[in-house]
C-alpha cells in the first residue's frame, strides 16, 4: 500500500544500488532504471539527513508531538540548511518550481512513479 507523497520503487524488479555493479545502464528496462535511480536518490536524501542531523541536534530525537509538528520540524531544519548553503555558495538568482513539482501535488504517485519511468527511458 503506497502512501501519499511517497513514490515507491517497482516491485519484483531490482531495486539495490549493489544489484547494478558492473551492469550497463543503458541496458536496463523502464522499471529497473526508475529503480536504480530511486535508490541512487534515496542514498543522497539519506546522507542529507546523517548531515542534517550533525548541525541540527534536534533532529536527533525529533520530541514527541504530533506528526504534522514533527514534519514542520524537519521541514525548518531543511530551509534554514538551505538558507544558509545559499547564502554561502549561491549566486542569488531564483527559479520557478518545476511542472513534476506542480504536478506531484495533483497526481497519484503511481501515475507518477510511470511517468517518471517514461521519462528516464530513452524515446
Not at 511517497?6 to 541496458?27: A, K, L
Not at 536527533?60 to 530551509?79: L, Y
Request: net charge positive.
Amino acid at each position: 500500500m503506497e502512501q501519499q507523497g511517497y513514490m515507491t520503487p517497482f516491485r519484483d524488479t531490482r531495486y539495490h544500488r549493489s544489484h547494478f555493479r558492473g551492469i550497463d545502464v543503458r541496458t536496463l528496462d523502464r522499471h529497473e532504471k526508475f529503480n536504480y535511480i530511486h535508490s541512487k536518490l534515496r542514498n543522497i536524501i539519506e546522507r542529507r539527513f546523517g548531515h542534517l542531523k550533525e548541525r541540527w541536534h534536534i533532529l536527533e530525537g525529533v520530541p514527541f508531538s504530533r506528526r504534522e509538528k514533527q514534519a514542520w520540524i524537519i521541514i525548518s531544519c531543511f530551509a534554514m540548511e538551505n538558507y544558509l548553503w545559499l547564502r554561502q555558495y549561491g549566486d542569488g538568482s531564483t527559479y520557478n518550481p518545476s511542472e513534476w513539482v506542480a504536478m506531484n501535488t495533483t497526481t497519484n504517485t503511481s501515475e507518477l512513479r510511470e511517468l517518471v519511468s517514461a521519462a528516464v527511458w530513452p524515446a
